[in-house]
């Protein structure tokens, strides 16, 4: 980088904090509270869609999804997320951030307003179109994570860099409260206004017709804060790192740069700034300069974002499993069918309220201070512990007046996890990578992440089963049983521990400093002069 591109970034670095920061926070994280209902919420309405679609005449316990049908309920999304990632975070870095941030969210408008549609002539039918929508639903939700990441980090000043990454990240907290929040709202409604009987006692009438609705008003709900987002997300301009960057028009970002951040710059055009439209990279990502420069980071983001999110996915989507093997949700068969739904969205809103919201905001609030380093490391350590603390006298938490110390040490699971790697993992790829490929890397990070929620969402549906062949849920093989599977949590949770060391402290430095753009000579940039009135100095850019 010359030493007058320098500049205009530095202007950034240094840019007191302001109102805009706080709107692009709400406009980038509207999108990640809306993605975070998204996933989470097919969570809390999957024993009702067993229950009207897979019912069995004269079975003893309500009706359950297939295996195959479960797993892809579950898992679709996270591989529609996973594509979206790649393609969204590449198409980032070639056409800009701002002109690819719309699209991703019309994508999560459109597919959760047809999730709540879905038709068909068989259950398998409803199941299917389900499916079709939440994949593209997943695919706008996987260009969210490196556009919304990016975009924050190149609007952010220095100094409080993390903590507005990590804020728009936080919301993802809030989506998965009001998911469960919602669900509280609507099973409750539908449960006053259409009295049922349990199953045990009349296994028919147990679940009314009008059940039906309750999970496609859920699912459908999530369009709503999404379409309330799009106007400001198309009134956001270009990021100024990549106009001046990537884009090489210094005059443009020194324009964008004036009217976001209400500093007033004159920004005059200087004749070298017709030079070339098109910069010359001096390394691609397939490169040995970037294997050399970045590659053990790159290593270092995916495995851990890839370890984390197997034990956060799969903990997240079957609390409800979890929570009914340990006797803390009331068996099947004693509720009808719509008050199940209020069960288990009551003590997912209750682990939520206490252990999630909490954790992703004290990230926010200390990710700039302690560092990302160690407040990645230590969440991974305590996740360990306490997964570990869960499994191990696994017995006896199953005793009735041990519940309440099992929630609790389940939450702060939780909160380790949120105040640890599930915040740091969506931070610090936005920041260690050069402007060029810096939207590609998150995308290839989180797309790691995917595939771990994948394994997660997969995995531990077969693996928590019983071992004794009489106590799994209908369809399923004899797995290892929740105890195990637990232990297998905390093992991985251990492997995040070893491989955080491979990634970076970033803590304090500006993106081109630790990226290292600020050695790299790039000839051919644009020039402009920006005057600054209130300082009256002249700043070259």
């Not at 969210?105 to 199941?127: E, K, T, Y």
């Not at 409604?189 to 009314?208: I, L, M, N």
């Not at 797995?479 to 599977?485: H, L």
């Not at 790299?520 to 920006?530: F, P, V």
Request: proline content about 4%; some cysteine; aromatic content about 14%.
């Amino acid at each position: 980088m010359t030493k007058k591109g320098k500049e205009v970034l530095n202007a950034l670095d240094a840019a007191k904090t302001q109102m805009y920061h706080f709107t692009a926070i709400v406009i980038a994280g509207m999108g990640f509270f809306t993605d975070a209902y998204d996933l989470f919420s097919i969570s809390l309405v999957t024993k009702l869609l067993g229950r009207i679609y897979y019912h069995v005449d004269g079975s003893k316990k309500p009706g359950t999804l297939p295996p195959n049908v479960a797993a892809a309920v579950n898992g679709v999304a996270f591989c529609g997320t996973l594509a979206g990632q790649l393609f969204f975070g590449w198409l980032g870095d070639k056409l800009g951030r701002k002109k690819v941030y719309g699209i991703t969210l019309m994508v999560m408008v459109l597919c959760s307003l047809g999730s709540g549609l879905s038709f068909g002539h068989s259950a398998n039918g409803v199941m299917a179109t389900l499916c079709f929508f939440r994949f593209w639903q997943g695919f706008g939700i996987g260009g969210d994570y490196p556009l919304s990441a990016t975009i924050m980090s190149e609007y952010a000043n220095k100094k409080t860099r993390g903590a507005f990454i990590a804020a728009v990240f936080a919301m993802q907290g809030f989506g998965i409260l009001a998911g469960g929040i919602v669900s509280l709202i609507v099973s409750s409604a539908f449960d006053h206004a259409f009295d049922a009987p349990t199953y045990e006692v009349d296994p028919v009438r147990s679940t009314v017709p009008q059940a039906d609705y309750v999970w496609r008003i859920v699912l459908m709900f999530g369009a709503i804060p999404a379409l309330l987002t799009y106007y400001w997300r198309m009134k956001m301009p270009e990021t100024a790192r990549y106009t001046a960057l990537v884009a090489r028009n210094t005059k443009q970002a020194a324009s964008d740069m004036s009217k976001v951040l209400q500093v007033d710059l004159i920004a005059e055009e200087d004749p070298s700034a017709s030079s070339s439209s098109n910069p010359t990279s001096p390394f691609g990502l397939f490169s040995s300069e970037f294997a050399r420069r970045h590659g053990l980071h790159l290593l270092g983001t995916t495995t851990t974002w890839f370890l984390l999110d197997i034990a956060y996915y799969s903990s997240n989507l079957f609390q409800k499993d979890i929570y009914t093997a340990i006797g803390w949700i009331p068996a099947a068969e004693t509720m009808n069918a719509i008050h199940e739904v209020f069960t288990v969205s009551k003590a997912q809103t209750l682990i939520a309220l206490c252990g999630t919201v909490p954790g992703y905001w004290f990230t926010v609030a200390f990710i700039d201070t302690l560092g990302r380093f160690f407040i990645q490391l230590m969440g991974f350590i305590f996740m360990t512990i306490f997964m570990f603390a869960l499994a191990i006298p696994y017995d006896h938490w199953k005793h009735r007046e041990n519940r309440i110390g099992f929630l609790v040490m389940y939450s702060l699971t939780m909160f380790f996890a949120n105040f640890g790697p599930n915040a740091t993992t969506f931070v610090v790829p936005a920041e260690i990578f050069p402007a060029r490929l810096r939207s590609t890397c998150h995308g290839i990070s989180a797309a790691a992440g995917k595939a771990g929620a994948i394994v997660g969402a997969f995995g531990f549906l077969y693996a928590a089963q019983s071992s004794d062949s009489e106590k799994t849920d209908a369809g399923y093989p004899p797995g290892i049983g929740v105890r195990n599977s637990l232990l297998m949590l905390g093992s991985v949770n251990f492997f995040g521990v070893v491989f955080t060391f491979l990634v970076p402290e970033s803590k304090g430095k500006s993106l081109e400093e630790i990226s290292r753009e600020d050695e790299e000579q790039s000839g051919g940039d644009a020039a402009a002069e920006m005057t600054t009135p209130h300082s009256g100095r002249t700043v070259p850019v």
